[in-house]
C-alpha cells in the first residue's frame, strides 16, 4: 500500500534562513511525487512534482525538492524564507493512486 | 481564468437534512474527485470521476454520493449527514488522473452537521 509521512507537525524558521520540510513515502514501483500548499482559506496549489531525472526539482516560488531514492525521501527546501511563505504543506505520492501526507505547517517568524 | 469553483464555501446544517455541495471546473479536465480534509489525517478521497457518467468510491465513501452528467460538474451529495461529516471538503480537478497529472482544488467548503 501505498503511504506518505511527514514527521513534523509544524516547523519554524526565522526569515532569510533556509528551510526543509520533510517527506518520506512508501509505493511500488517508481513513484510521481508531489508538493502542494495550502494558504488560509484557499484549496491547495501545486508547487513542484517529481517524474524522472534529476534529483533536484525546482517549483515555484524560489521552492525545490530533492528526492532520494535509497531514503525514500523528497524533502522541500528553500535557499532563503519569507514571512509569505508561512503556510500548510503537503506531499503526495501517486503510484496506482494519489495519496497526501498529514501536511506540515510552516511558520517563518520575522 | 482557469479555476475550479465550489459552492457553498461555509455550510452548517443539522442532522439528517440532505445537502449538497457544487463543484464546476472550466480547463476541460476528465477527471475529477472529492476530498474531506481532518487535521492530523491529511487529504483523503471521498469519490472520483474519470469521465463523463464513470464513477469510483475513493477511500472514504461512506456517506455520500457524487454524480457526473455533465464534464464540468461533479456535485458531492449528502443524503442524510451524521457530526462525523463535519471537515473541510475539496473538490479537485485534473487533465486525465493519469501519470503526473497536476491536480487544481477548489476554495473548499467548510461543513458543520449539528
Known amino acids: 500500500a501505498q503511504s506518505v509521512a511527514q514527521p513534523e507537525d509544524q516547523v519554524n524558521v526565522a526569515e532569510g534562513n533556509p528551510l526543509t520540510v520533510k517527506c518520506t513515502y512508501s509505493v511500488s514501483g517508481n513513484p510521481y511525487l508531489f508538493w502542494y500548499v495550502q494558504y488560509p482559506n484557499r484549496g491547495l496549489q501545486f508547487l513542484l512534482k517529481?517524474?524522472?531525472?534529476?534529483?533536484l526539482v525546482k517549483g515555484s516560488y524560489g521552492f525545490e525538492a530533492e528526492f532520494n531514492k535509497s531514503q525514500t525521501s523528497f524533502h522541500l527546501k528553500k535557499p532563503s524564507a519569507l514571512v509569505s511563505d508561512s503556510a500548510l504543506y503537503f506531499c503526495a505520492v501517486k503510484g496506482n493512486k494519489l495519496v497526501f501526507g498529514a501536511g506540515t505547517i510552516l511558520r517563518v517568524k520575522s | 481564468e482557469a479555476q475550479v469553483t465550489q459552492n457553498p464555501r461555509y455550510l452548517i446544517t443539522v442532522t439528517g437534512k440532505k445537502l449538497t455541495v457544487t463543484c464546476s471546473q472550466n480547463m476541460n479536465h476528465e477527471y475529477m474527485s472529492w476530498y474531506r480534509q481532518d487535521p492530523g489525517l491529511g487529504l483523503r478521497q471521498i469519490y472520483y470521476?474519470?469521465?463523463?457518467?464513470?464513477?469510483d468510491k475513493g477511500d472514504v465513501p461512506e456517506g455520500y454520493k457524487v454524480s457526473r452528467k455533465e464534464k464540468r460538474n461533479f456535485p458531492l451529495i449528502l443524503e442524510s449527514p451524521s457530526p462525523n461529516q463535519t471537515s473541510l471538503y475539496f473538490c479537485a480537478s485534473s487533465l486525465s488522473g493519469q501519470g503526473a497529472d497536476i491536480q487544481y482544488f477548489g476554495a473548499g467548503t467548510r461543513l458543520s452537521v449539528l
Open positions: 470521476s474519470m469521465n463523463v457518467e464513470v464513477t
Open positions: 517529481y517524474i524522472t531525472g534529476d534529483n
